[in-house]
């Protein structure tokens, strides 16, 4: 959580980070601010809490002049939300932006007696602190001398008042890209900021120092040598990260799935077959696992419950899917036999980091599916498949969890198909209903409008139940999730058979309840289920796929007819329509749908 950006060159610095904050500010959208070192070479700070767009007002009233600076965008950790406690912190010569915990702040307090002296109550300012203790004039032997006293995780971006034009960057788990951009250098959380102004950029590697010039960007390590930055080139098209027209990223991330699905799909069929030789996955890394565990949080977690019940029944294998924030401290087991998939948009959420490194040092081999090129989640595991989504804004994930299962689909057909649970023909037609999905998603997409419609219904519910068996309740555990954290609305996703084990309960004429019956060898049972519910006076909200029909006596609040593909590969259209859902609840509401509350598109923060 928190974007960190920091600019030094020709061009003024503060409108170059207010576009740029902008941007970050799915990282985090409480408090924004930044330091410019100025003409006569003193840093002025502004900050506040709100959004960017308060911050810009402010610099509009009170800007500062001047070619290098430094910007952060806060999602509160330690310490409220407020001004004083939004970044740059100043201690004496020394200004910081913090990303990450520093975990022993309260001794580095007490060590250094920074009591009385500190402004905020942020771990953050205590880190400037210390910087300031160790410097007497040697910017890297005091960053050097500094982390090693912090425990926890940083990405600091720091300015020395008597250093000008210069930035320096270090960093431990929590990330920092750089890249030379706009007549300097360039500092950003991620590569979805850089992007926008360079497609060349290095992630900065832990415990090394960046000095950003003007002139150019040199990297040391803790010992002082000079090393070499490892150059890699953005994957996205630029013009993929504006709104093209839509009122929000959602919106357009949504639509844009059928053509992202295509390019995570297409490269990857070879003579029809799923084939991933292209990303240096090894059919033996396939074949020779006995085990699959899955590690992922959020919306990725929920891709590995399709992955899941697609492996074990076509390929017969044990599959678990791990929440990555519980995986080291549930005692699961991992070995050399098993392969461990860790499943992540940004590939910095720390937990699905941690639980890398943890699945490793238990000897497993590990197999990331991540977005965002040379994020650490893919530096941290044997290998990675990509999913070709571009850049995603929106803090509801979509077209990234689509890809997602697109590249778990190809998983598992290959799966399949070396371990001999396919033959040639099966794992050909398997990789033809694949291909499909593309166009059958956009006939959802282009159907968006009677989503929109269906969508008034729940405007005004408080709670809404969503129930379905099997594949359908995978699709459901993630529809649920994108309805509560862009419409606020409460939302719970049954498995149809086990409401009445309790949550029957709380069935009532005021509880709308959104079905999905995609799976043909349970739709019998999830009829049963709804009647259940409706004779409890729930409406029910269908959607359901178009080949099963409908009982002529059903009486329905709406009916979603889903484009039909082989019953394993419902879950693409079921989700499309689901994504819509939630996204007109929210857009009807009046609420700021890619930017919903309390929340951050990246979480690196445990
Ligand atoms: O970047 P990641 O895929 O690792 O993020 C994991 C979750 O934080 C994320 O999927 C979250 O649940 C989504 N914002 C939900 O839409």
Redesign the pocket.
């Known amino acids: 959580m928190c974007g960190i950006i920091g600019y030094t060159g020709v061009k003024g610095a503060q409108e170059i980070m207010l576009d740029a904050l902008e941007i970050l500010e799915y990282r985090g959208y409480d408090s924004a601010g930044i330091a410019v070192c100025g003409e006569d070479s003193c840093v002025r700070i502004r900050k506040c809490a709100g959004r960017v767009k308060d911050l810009r007002l402010l610099c509009e009233k009170d800007g500062i002049l001047g070619t290098c600076g430094i910007g952060h965008t806060r999602w509160a950790t330690h310490g409220g939300v407020s001004d004083a406690n939004a970044h740059p912190h100043r201690f004496g010569k020394v200004t910081v932006t913090h990303n990450g915990i520093v975990e022993n702040y309260r001794d580095l307090v007490q060590r250094y007696r920074l009591e009385e002296r500190l402004q905020s109550q942020t771990d953050s300012e205590v880190a400037a602190a210390v910087l300031d203790h160790f410097y007497s004039g040697d910017p890297l032997a005091a960053i050097r001398k500094t982390v090693l006293k912090l425990k926890g995780t940083f990405a600091l971006s720091i300015m020395f008042e008597d250093i000008p034009g210069t930035i320096f960057a270090v960093r431990n788990v929590s990330p920092i890209v750089i890249a030379r951009a706009q007549g300097g250098s360039m500092l950003a959380s991620d590569v979805t900021v850089l992007g926008q102004y360079s497609k060349e950029y290095f992630v900065l590697p832990e415990f090394y120092v960046a000095v950003l010039k003007a002139g150019g960007v040199e990297l040391y390590d803790m010992a002082g040598e000079t090393a070499e930055p490892e150059w890699l080139t953005v994957n996205w098209d630029v013009d993929r990260s504006g709104k093209g027209g839509y009122p929000f990223y959602m919106e357009k991330e949504i639509m844009e799935q059928p053509q992202v699905i295509r390019e995570t799909v297409l490269p990857r069929i070879q003579g029809g077959i799923p084939d991933l030789s292209g990303d240096g996955i090894p059919d033996s890394l396939l074949a020779d696992c006995t085990r699959i565990c899955v590690v ?7 891709a590995g419950l399709v992955g899941k019940a697609l492996m074990q029944s076509l390929v017969r294998i044990h599959m678990d899917v791990e929440l ?1 924030s519980e995986f080291m401290y549930t005692d699961v087991i991992v070995d050399e036999e098993t392969l461990v998939i860790a ?7 720390i937990d ?1 980091l941690e639980a890398v490194k943890h699945a490793k040092k238990n000897g497993a081999k590990t197999l990331a599916i991540v ?1 965002v090129r040379g994020a650490s ?1 893919a530096r941290a595991s044997d290998y990675v498949i990509y999913t070709n989504a571009g850049p995603e804004i929106a ?4 077209k ?2 689509t890809t ?1 299962l697109a590249v778990l689909y190809l998983l598992t057909g290959r799966m399949a198909y070396v371990r001999g649970s396919f033959g040639e023909e099966e794992a050909k037609a398997f990789a033809g209903e694949l291909m499909r999905v593309p166009e059958v998603m956009q006939k959802v997409l282009d159907r968006r409008e009677e989503i929109h419609y269906i969508a008034r219904s729940i405007l005004n519910a408080q709670d809404v139940f969503m129930m379905g068996r099997g594949l359908d309740h995978a699709i459901l555990l993630e529809g649920s ?2 309805l509560k ?1 862009i419409s606020y609305i409460h939302s719970e996703a049954y498995a149809s058979g086990e409401l009445k084990h309790g949550t029957i309960a709380l069935i009532t004429e005021d509880t709308p309840v959104v079905a999905v019956v995609t799976q043909d060898k349970v739709k019998s049972k999830e009829f049963s289920n709804i009647k259940e519910v409706q004779s409890r006076g729930a409406g029910v909200i269908l959607f359901i796929k178009e080949t099963f029909g409908l009982e002529k006596d059903a009486v329905w609040d709406s009916v979603f007819m889903l484009p039909a593909m082989e019953d394993g590969f419902m879950v693409m259209p079921a989700s499309a329509a689901l994504q819509l859902l939630a996204y007109y609840v929210s857009l009807d509401k009046g609420l700021d749908v890619d930017k919903p509350r309390n ?1 951050a ?3 690196t923060v445990e």
């Open positions: 992922a949080c959020g919306t990725a977690m929920h990555a499943i992540s948009q940004s590939g910095e959420t699905t977005n989640v803090v509801a994930s979509t990234a969890y997602q999730l994108k954290e929340l598109k990246v979480v």
